[in-house]
């Protein structure tokens, strides 16, 4: 999976640096200020271990110009697992508002980092009601966004690097919950669409 994801970002890289100009379909303006909507959603079931998750992120922001925007994102999930014959389950909330710096426009490929911090809290129910979470997050997200049609992109965020203080993400609770560094793993993936007004 690594593999796949640097072949990716790095064929991506090479276009982006290769192409000599924009092409005639989409041109920075296409970028200038004016409101963005988007987001993303998983769902996984184990059959193996008898657990599912459903997480959904919805995103809005306002593009300053083609350069900046800034943003909110909201989260929400629900993972359920059997232990011993138990059900629990557990609810993720999750806000992070973000400030976003476009640093390459070349075609239909639009490069970016997201700077922002966030906040989730994890909510177990029924027989784990007493181990509520809270964390939070300081960092930066790298991203690219592909235009595959005027107002209409196809978003990833590939990583992260900052600092986390009891911040949960994916199935391992712990690894990166705590600390600082550079994360590329695939809990930190994140595809989604983004439509642009």
């Not at 300081?138 to 900052?162: T, Y």
Request: hydrophobic share 40%.
């Amino acid at each position: 999976m690594k593999k796949i994801l640097f072949s990716v970002l790095l064929l991506s890289f090479q276009l982006c640096v290769s192409a000599q100009e924009p092409s005639n379909l989409f041109h920075e303006d296409d970028h200038d200020e004016g409101l963005f909507l988007g987001g993303a959603f998983t769902y996984w079931n184990n059959n193996n271990t008898k657990a599912s998750t459903f997480q959904m992120f919805p995103e809005m922001g306002w593009r300053f110009n083609h350069t900046w925007a800034a943003g909110l994102m909201l989260g929400f999930g629900v993972e359920s697992e059997r232990d011993e014959g138990i059900k629990q389950t557990t609810r993720v909330y999750k806000v992070s508002p973000f400030l976003r710096y476009y640093y390459m426009h070349r075609g239909p490929f639009n490069l970016y980092l997201d700077g922002g911090v966030g906040f989730n809290h994890a909510n177990p129910k029924y027989p784990n009601a007493g181990n509520k979470r809270n964390g939070y997050e300081i960092g930066v997200r790298p991203g690219v966004c592909v235009d595959l049609a005027k107002g209409f992109c196809l978003c990833m965020r590939m990583g992260f690097a900052g600092y986390r203080n009891n911040y949960f993400v994916g199935e391992e609770a712990e690894l990166g919950n705590d600390g600082f560094g550079i994360r590329f793993a695939p809990e930190e993936l994140m595809i989604g669409l983004e439509l642009e007004f």
